[in-house]
């Protein structure tokens, strides 16, 4: 007889990511136009370790920065409040993500190379189809599959029921939904309501693997899908769930997206993730 899972009762788990607090202050500071660089020194004055990743990646060769940066003020004057919450984000995600995965069969490391392939993979096609590029595309894109760290102990529990629906012909989040009735985008999309994220944010990751189910479309939606497919195609973080997705026929048309667009941000994928994982190893 098959278990009946409660979604609220999934998200009190001890796998529940806690985001840090200075993460939540920065961020809301960061999105507040208002706000000035007395308010982001005062935060991270007391997070030397944050402090000491954002000015590594600010220097990484990700960024090729020609000179070397050794303040958060230089930081924000170089790259912009945008880049800068990127960079806040990366570094309080890496804590969270880069460990081992139950039910999904990915190895310390593993997920936490997906969502920066898919994060740099969105920027990437935002500027190939010039469309205006926002840390929202980013940070979307970097948390879409958080909610597999909390589904990932009921998927293992479920497994073979869940391979078995699978083997149907069926793609494997599909499979999660019939047999835990939720999946790992709806989890993750509670988790972002939780940490109080903006909607459309929280939208994008819950439906970037049906696009076409929101009920309002968005680029950001799209984009988000269109980069995590274009990822597992190309073998990053696959997984149990293998390579058997296609990006979404209407999500591509409503983005204008052609062959040549997916084999140009593929190519660079690789090389910006190298540049960005550099950093944390």
């Known amino acids: 007889m098959r278990k009946t899972y409660k979604i609220d009762e999934m998200i009190k788990t001890d796998a529940f990511p806690v985001m840090p607090q200075a993460a939540t202050k920065l961020y809301n500071i ?117 909610g597999k760290l909390v589904l990932g102990k009921f998927v293992k529990d479920e497994f073979n029921e869940i391979a078995e629906e699978a083997s149907k012909g069926t793609s494997f989040e599909v499979a999660e939904r019939m047999v835990l009735g939720t999946d790992h985008a709806e989890i993750g999309a509670k988790i972002l309501t939780k940490w109080a994220f903006p909607a459309e944010l929280v939208s994008a990751i819950r439906w970037h693997h049906q696009p076409d189910s929101a009920e309002k479309t968005s680029n950001l939606i799209d984009i988000v899908h269109v980069a995590n497919v274009l990822c597992l195609m190309i073998g990053i973080g696959v997984g149990t769930e293998e390579l058997c997705y296609e990006p979404s026929l209407a999500a591509t048309k409503r983005l204008g997206i052609k062959t040549y667009h997916i084999e140009r941000v593929a190519s660079s994928t690789l090389q910006w993730i190298e540049e960005l994982s550099d950093v944390f190893s």
Not at 97 to 122: C, D, F
Request: net charge positive; proline share 3%; hydrophobic share 45%.
């Open 30 to 146: 960061l999105q507040n136009s208002k706000s000035d660089l007395t308010q982001i020194e005062g935060v991270l004055r007391y997070e030397p370790a944050l402090t000491a990743n954002i000015l590594k990646l600010t220097n990484s060769a990700y960024f090729g920065l020609l000179n070397r940066v050794g303040s958060i003020k230089q930081a924000i004057v170089l790259l912009g409040r945008e880049k800068l919450i990127e960079l806040v984000m990366l570094s309080c995600v890496n804590a969270m993500m880069n460990k081992t995965v139950p039910g999904y069969s990915l190895q310390a490391g593993e997920l936490w190379r997906h969502s920066i392939a898919v994060s740099v993979a969105a920027e990437g096609l935002m500027k190939e189809l010039k469309l205006p590029v926002s840390e929202k595309t980013f940070t979307a894109a970097l948390l879409h599959d958080l």
